[in-house]
């Protein structure tokens, strides 16, 4: 699927690419509406019907990865809630075996993500994969999401590499659609960023659906 002699940089996501998904889809679609409904005193139901509006309205943004943001926008202290259900925080089923092999190369490893450096830090405390990385960045340092094409601009002015030997795997294809469009040449989708949800049908990218698939000739 990739020709590792033709790749020295590599770009990972984290939400939905080494970790499970479904620690942030519990969490904004039950977690946080479950929270609201009881401080605002409505259903389940009046709950989500408000606020799933206010999430789309926000996606793609920076401000939807702020739990800042989030904290002052509900009146919930997000974080805290996060980690209220850190258990749910889980790895994808072969990531740590891919970073183990890919840390055996030369190649330049960075962790890419639009998470909050609250979040970031507290999935980074459970799954203890930052020893893995050359360095993390966070979209919020860099200011703008990755979405956004100044963000590509200024990841690479901060972090030189080479456009056409760089891959990034990610699971939003808003993202790498972003970095298509900046020039990276190397770019895969993953297909089942949510354990309990089912495999997506991907045609825009190559998809993986574990990283199995690209430990073949690391």
């Given at each position: 699927m990739i020709?590792?002699?033709?790749?020295?940089?590599?770009?990972?996501?984290?939400?939905?690419?080494?970790?499970?998904?479904?620690?942030?889809?519990?969490?904004?679609?039950?977690?946080?509406?479950?929270?609201?409904?009881?401080?605002?005193?409505?259903?389940?139901?009046?709950?989500?019907?408000?606020?799933?509006?206010?999430?789309?309205?926000?996606?793609?943004?920076?401000?939807?990865?702020?739990l800042d943001y989030w904290s002052e926008a509900l009146e919930l202290d997000i974080a805290g809630l996060k980690a209220e259900i850190s258990g749910l925080i889980a790895v994808l089923p072969h990531v740590t075996e891919f970073l183990t092999k890919i840390r055996q190369t030369p190649k330049k490893v960075l962790l890419v993500t639009n998470a909050h450096r609250d979040s970031l830090n507290l999935?980074?405390?459970?799954?203890?994969?930052?020893?893995?990385?050359?360095?993390?960045?966070?979209?919020?340092?860099?200011?703008?999401?990755?979405?956004?094409?100044?963000?590509?601009q200024r990841l690479e002015q901060q972090h030189t590499f080479t456009k056409a030997?760089?891959?990034?795997?990610?699971?939003?294809?808003?993202?790498?659609?972003?970095?298509?469009?900046f020039g990276i040449g190397h770019l895969l989708a993953v297909s089942k960023p949510d354990t309990q949800q089912a495999r997506r049908i991907i045609s825009d990218y190559p998809a993986i659906e574990d990283f199995r698939a690209l430990m073949v000739g690391l």
């Open positions: 020709d590792w002699k033709f790749c020295d940089t590599v770009l990972l996501d984290m939400d939905g690419t080494l970790l499970d998904l479904n620690f942030d889809n519990h969490f904004w679609k039950e977690f946080v509406p479950l929270k609201f409904a009881e401080l605002h005193n409505l259903s389940i139901t009046e709950a989500k019907q408000q606020l799933e509006p206010r999430f789309k309205r926000m996606e793609g943004k920076l401000e939807w990865y702020c999935k980074m405390e459970k799954t203890c994969l930052q020893v893995f990385f050359d360095d993390i960045i966070s979209s919020h340092d860099v200011g703008f999401a990755k979405e956004h094409p100044e963000f590509w030997s760089t891959l990034l795997v990610d699971d939003s294809l808003a993202v790498l659609n972003a970095a298509k469009q």
